[in-house]
Nanobody, 126 residues
Framework: QVQLVESGGGLVQAGGSLRLSCAASGRSFSSYAMGWFRQAPGKEREFVAAISWSLWGSNTLYVDSVKGRFTISRDNAKNTVYLQMNSLKPEDTAVYYC?????????????????WGQGTQVTVSS
């Protein structure tokens, strides 16, 4: 069983920064891609970013709306994936979820992810 626990959410003014962390328990962290999704009030959950796993370096993927502002990274020794969020905008307000993929390569499809965290609230004030 894999458990994912997000942290680092909070209230920040527009233009500010937050770093989300997702700590995974269990031995199944390395060898799998990880992703971040978000769900704003009244909207469908959407893909934000993903990072693959590879012995030779990871690939990353972002939704267009966060490119250049958000950075996903992982520390396999700590079983943790991060989402550094800079230049935050009010439209980034959402509950952010960490998820583990079924595979090592990245995908933006929710169906490719089999374990999910409970979510952490990010609120950006204007």
């Amino acid at each position: 069983q894999v458990q994912l626990v997000e942290s680092g959410g909070g209230l920040v003014q527009a233009g500010g920064s937050l770093r989300l962390s997702c700590a995974a328990s269990g031995r199944s962290f390395s060898s799998y891609a990880m992703g971040w999704f978000r769900q704003a009030p009244g909207k469908e959950r959407e893909f934000v970013a993903a990072i693959s796993w590879s012995l030779w370096g990871s690939n990353t993927l972002y939704v267009d709306s966060v490119k250049g502002r958000f950075t996903i990274s992982r520390d396999n020794a700590k079983n943790t994936v991060y989402l550094q969020m800079n230049s935050l905008k009010p439209e980034d307000t959402a509950v952010y979820y960490c998820a583990r993929s079924r595979r090592s390569y990245i995908s933006r499809a929710e169906s490719e992810y089999d374990y999910w965290g409970q979510g952490t609230q990010v609120t950006v004030s204007s």
